[in-house]
């Protein structure tokens, strides 16, 4: 699962950030067979009006939908030297990419 | 009326010239333009003129002084007319009289129902004669009263001859009867009469007369005509031998109804008319042929009933059978027992009937009589109908299958296919199938009755003359086959001496014999010959002696042998009168003898044929003489024919071919016994050639298989004589039985030699399965066959194991020269390290294909991908060799490099639609 760090809204209200998990139909995987971690994917958007989420990896566009889970989930951080857990964030949405990722094909004005 | 002498004659002929003479002379201008032609006008002429006398015998001087040098050559007219000129005073009326009676007479002649004109001419005539009579009589007058008498004469018989033609007014004096009567009355008369009525409606009263006078009458009329000689022969004459005539026809007529012939109404004078038709059988009794083949045939027709006729067949007649003791009749005897079921359509097993035997023994009488006395309509189809199969199968549906509607005669059909072995083999295929295959069809289709099945429904009977006939063998299998005996001598020579008397020929017994058994007892032959005898007496002599007769008929093969080989007992018994002195006896009999193998040599064409049957079997039989000379002498003529027909096939030429019959007769005198000849067919002739065109076939094959280098050298019959006898010798390596690698050098070098011999000579062996399963190796081209030569000792052959080693090595031997030529060096192949199984697989092409590769076996083997050298980054160039740098273009490619060589990639999964979602807990797992 993977867990994406929204955009804060900018109400200032201090809310504890939204956070989103990506659930996508396939595998994320490297070219060069390295380990995913702290590798960059992609960039994620959200159309402006119905907050359709598009996910683009490497050369492929996935669209997407938001959904909210049954249950939230609860992103926890480990206090160093103590054993209390930190709540960082409420995972209460999705966003799934169940659909055929589309390719996106670089062009040149030279080559047209 | 033929009493003119010539005088008279000429006179008449000439009576128109004269007339028209006269007439010139009145009609000067007109002489000139008359012709010939105008004779008929000019006595029309004559006879306006004729009354007056006068002026006729006034120009008749100047006629008579011009006929001189008209007509010179009648010396008797001029003569009579130079009389006229003498005595003018009684001459001139006479002569008129005379050209005037002669005119007359032609006249008469010409309208001959004329009688005013002969009354006439009665009544002028006699005042003539009278004048005539005071005269003193000259010569010439005495000729001319007998012609004017004879004239007269011609009247009067003239005239009674006419009146004879009237009967019922019979009143002239000159006859029998001395009063004369009338006939006709019209008061009514004394005598008996018949009253009647006349043209005007007037009474007539018409005599009646009794028979006897009435015959009398025509009795005197008759004395009267015969004096006049009309005819030939009196009338009561003819009528008379006519009489007799039809008298001893009846006679015949009813002596030949009681002897069991019957010959036809107007058979005596009828001479167009056959022997044979008119001779011909009319009734089942009067066959001549052999009864058993007559009844067996009628019963089988017979058995037709049922399904023809639909009457129930007599089951009475089987008890017949029994009494049909038709001597060394079996076969016929077998198909009769076969004969009488009936199939599920109530027809007869076999649907046709087959006659065979020789011409002339009455089969087809007997076939069209039998037929009709069983109540059918016979249509014959023979030689010269059109038979082939379009027109025959329309004629055997339209005679088997349909009924004469035109005619009365509503009797079924009945086909007689006469000589059938000459039909076309297409045309009796048909018959065949058409009698027998609607017999299966009809089986198969039982529940269908519906269908179409024309079954025959009517018996064909078909007659040929060889039953063995190449063409008739379906035909015989199928039908109902009756050979037809010769006939009984003693019923032909009763029956030829029946007809004999009825034709007033006079004959015997023997003669009769004899030209029975000089035709073979062929009716039809016999009564040909008798009828060149008509009105003859035949005896011994003429039957022998005469050219006739005798058929120019075809004798069998092995008959043609027989008669070569045997003597005839018969020679000898026919010729009982010239037993008196042994030499001249002897010498007729040899004549005879020789005589007839020629005919019978001649006949029968096939010369080769006969001289091997003749080679094959003169020594079989016994010979003659143990010192064998007459084989020798034998042997010489048959290298005489040999010569005779090689000289005859090679040049085409035939003027030979009449003298290769006297071989035989030849060979008849050297070999012929009394004994009978167990004769073998030829087929040491048949076999040689065979066995020659297969050694030449074989022959053949090597030598195209010897490869070229040795093959000029070599010549077909120099191969097949002096190497291959050899060779198959040399062929043979002395090899110990035991595993290739352990054979000694020598061993080797023999091996190698073989295998080199045979590839030179392109001979292998080759696997071959026996009869009986077990495997064996065979030389291919087989030329040990060709080459053996009985007499010489067998070939020695190498074993099994030997041969198949060779045969191995020489596949290989191939192999390796086929990769020499084909420049494949590099690639070694280790025959030695190959094992038996590689071995049988003898394709060379298969072998080195799976050699030539050493790589990973098949199944090994990956598709990889092709490794493509990697593109070079060519950098433009200008002109110069510079290079030239593209900045858009590179920046470009630095672009779309970004985006596609992110090192992350989504791999999309599309997952299956065929997924099952199944609850599964957490403790099911542990």
């Known amino acids: 699962m993977i867990l994406v760090k929204l955009i ?65 989930f609860a992103v926890m951080k480990k206090k160093p030297d103590a054993d209390e857990y930190v709540v960082e964030a409420i995972v209460t949405k999705k966003l799934l990419f169940k659909n055929r990722p589309k390719p996106i094909i670089a062009c040149n004005s030279d080559d047209l | 009326m033929d009493y003119l002498d010539p005088e008279e004659e000429f006179e008449m002929m000439h009576a128109d010239e004269l007339e028209m003479m006269n007439e010139m002379d009145f009609t000067t201008d007109a002489v000139k333009i008359c012709s010939p032609k105008d004779t008929r006008r000019s006595l029309k002429f004559s006879t306006r003129f004729s009354s007056n006398e006068k002026i006729e015998s006034e120009r008749s001087f100047n006629l008579s002084s011009e006929l001189n040098g008209v007509f010179p050559l009648s010396q008797t007219s001029v003569v009579s007319f130079n009389l006229d000129d003498n005595n003018e005073n009684e001459a001139q009326p006479s002569t008129s009289a005379s050209i005037i009676n002669n005119k007359r007479y032609l006249d008469v002649e010409d309208l001959f129902g004329n009688t005013d004109d002969i009354n006439f001419e009665d009544e002028e005539l006699e005042p003539v004669l009278k004048r005539q009579k005071v005269d003193p009589l000259s010569d010439k007058d005495i000729k001319q009263q007998d012609l004017i008498k004879k004239i007269i004469d011609q009247r009067k018989k003239f005239k009674s001859g006419k009146r004879s033609n009237f009967l019922s007014s019979i009143s002239y004096n000159s006859s029998n009867h001395t009063q004369p009567y009338e006939s006709v009355s019209r008061r009514v008369p004394s005598w008996s009469f018949f009253p009647a009525c006349d043209g005007e409606n007037q009474r ?26 009309l005819l030939s022969d009196p009338v009561d004459e003819m009528i ?85 003791k038709s001597a060394g009749n079996k076969f016929t005897k077998k198909n009769q027992t076969l004969d009488e079921g009936l199939d599920e359509n109530n027809c007869p097993k076999y649907k046709l009937a087959l006659l065979c035997g020789p011409p002339g023994l009455g089969k087809t009488t007997l076939a069209h009589l039998v037929a009709r006395q069983a109540g059918y309509n016979v249509v014959e189809m023979n030689a010269s109908d059109d038979r082939n199969l379009t027109c025959f199968k329309r004629q055997l549906e339209a005679t088997t299958q349909m009924c004469s509607v035109m005619s009365n005669d509503s009797r079924p059909n009945c086909l007689v296919l006469d000589e059938i072995d000459g039909a076309p083999v297409a045309s009796i295929e048909f018959l065949i199938k058409f009698a027998t295959e609607k017999r299966a069809t009809r089986k198969k289709k039982t529940d269908k009755k519906e269908e179409k099945s024309f079954i025959l429904k009517r018996p064909i009977i078909c007659i040929c003359n060889d039953v063995y006939v190449p063409a008739l063998r379906n ?43 000089k035709t073979n007892n062929d ?34 093969l092995f008959t043609v042998w027989q008669e070569i080989f045997q003597i005839k007992k018969s020679c000898f018994e026919n010729n009982p009168n010239s037993t008196s002195d042994g030499f001249s006896s002897q010498n007729n009999v040899m004549k005879d ?11 029968y064409g096939d010369y080769e044929k006969l001289c091997q049957g003749i080679f094959e079997n003169y020594l079989i039989l016994k010979p003659k003489d143990s010192s064998l000379t007459n084989i020798a002498e034998g042997l010489e003529w048959f290298c005489n024919f040999d010569k005779m ?41 048949y076999e040689a050639t065979m066995k020659k065109n297969k050694f030449k076939q074989i022959m053949d094959e090597l030598m195209s298989g010897i490869i070229p280098s040795i093959r000029t050298f070599l010549h077909r019959d120099q191969v097949l004589l002096d190497t291959m006898p050899l060779l198959m010798h040399i062929a043979i390596p002395n090899l110990r039985s035991i595993s290739t690698q352990l054979f000694t050098q020598k061993e080797k070098e023999d091996l190698a030699k073989v295998v080199n011999i045979m590839i030179d000579y392109g001979l292998n062996y080759f696997q071959e399965r026996d009869a009986d399963g077990s495997f064996n190796f065979v030389l291919n081209p087989c030329v040990d066959d060709a080459v053996k030569f009985p007499g010489l000792e067998t070939f020695p052959t190498s074993s099994y194991a030997t041969k198949q080693l060779i045969s191995r ?48 076996p098949n199944h090994l083997q990956r598709l990889t991908p092709k490794i493509v050298g990697s593109t070079k980054v060519t950098k433009k160039k200008d002109f110069f060799g510079r290079e030239i740098d593209s900045p858009a273009g590179h920046k470009h490619k630095e672009f779309r490099d970004e985006i596609v060589k992110s090192d992350v990639w989504f791999h999309f999964k599309e997952g299956y639609s065929n997924a099952v979602r199944k609850l599964v807990l957490m403790k099911d797992l542990y």
Not at chain 2, 524 to 547: E, G, P, Y
Not at chain 2, 662 to 667: E, I, S, V
Not at chain 2, 824 to 852: A, F, M, Q, Y
């Open chain 1, 8 to 72: 804060e809204d900018d109400d200032g209200l201090g809310s504890p950030p939204e956070w989103a998990a990506v659930e996508m139909q396939g595998e994320l995987e490297t070219r060069r067979h390295t380990p995913l971690e702290r590798q960059y994917v992609g960039d994620l958007f959200a159309t402006i009006h119905d907050g359709v989420p598009i996910l683009i990896i490497g050369h492929h566009i996935l669209y997407g939908k938001a959904q909210t889970f049954e249950k939230p």
């Open chain 2, 204 to 229: 007539v009263y018409i005599r009646f007369r009794s028979a006897d006078a009435v015959h009398e009458e025509i009795s005197s009329l008759s004395w009267h005509t015969k004096s006049v000689q």
């Open chain 2, 240 to 324: 008379a031998r006519a009489y007799e005539k039809i008298e001893n026809n009846e006679a015949i007529r009813s002596g030949v109804n009681r002897n069991g012939v019957s010959i036809l109404d107007n058979s005596i004078d009828n001479t167009a008319e056959l022997w044979v038709q008119k001779y011909k059988p009319n009734r089942y009794l009067d066959l001549l042929s052999d009864e058993s083949t007559n009844r067996m045939l009628l019963q089988w027709l017979k058995i037709w009933d049922k399904v023809v006729f639909n009457k129930e067949v007599n089951k009475k007649r089987k008890v017949i059978d029994v009494y049909d």
């Open chain 2, 475 to 517: 035909l015989r299998q199928n039908a109902f086959v009756l050979n037809f005996p010769p006939t009984s001598s003693v019923r032909l020579v009763e029956r030829l001496m029946e007809i004999s008397s009825y034709e007033n020929i006079k004959t015997d017994m023997g003669a009769m014999t004899a030209l029975g058994t």
């Open chain 2, 523 to 556: 009716i039809r032959s016999c009564l040909s010959t008798l009828s060149c005898f008509r009105n003859q007496s035949v005896h011994l002599s003429h039957v022998k002696n005469a050219n006739i007769g005798a058929k120019d008929m075809q004798k069998g």
């Open chain 2, 593 to 603: 003898r020789i005589n007839s193998v020629l005919k019978t040599v001649q006949s």
């Open chain 2, 645 to 685: 027909m090689h000289v005859i096939n090679s040049s085409q030429n035939y003027s030979l071919f009449p003298y290769l019959p006297y071989n035989f007769a030849t060979w008849h005198c050297l070999f012929a016994t009394f004994t009978w000849p167990k004769i073998t067919y030829p087929s040491a002739a």
């Open chain 2, 809 to 856: 090595e020489i596949e290989l031997e191939h192999l390796r020269k086929r990769m020499s030529h084909g420049e494949l060096n590099d690639i070694i192949v280790e025959p030695d390290g190959l094992d038996e199984n590689e071995k049988n697989v003898s394709t060379p092409k298969g072998v080195k294909g799976s050699r030539n590769k050493q790589v990973t």
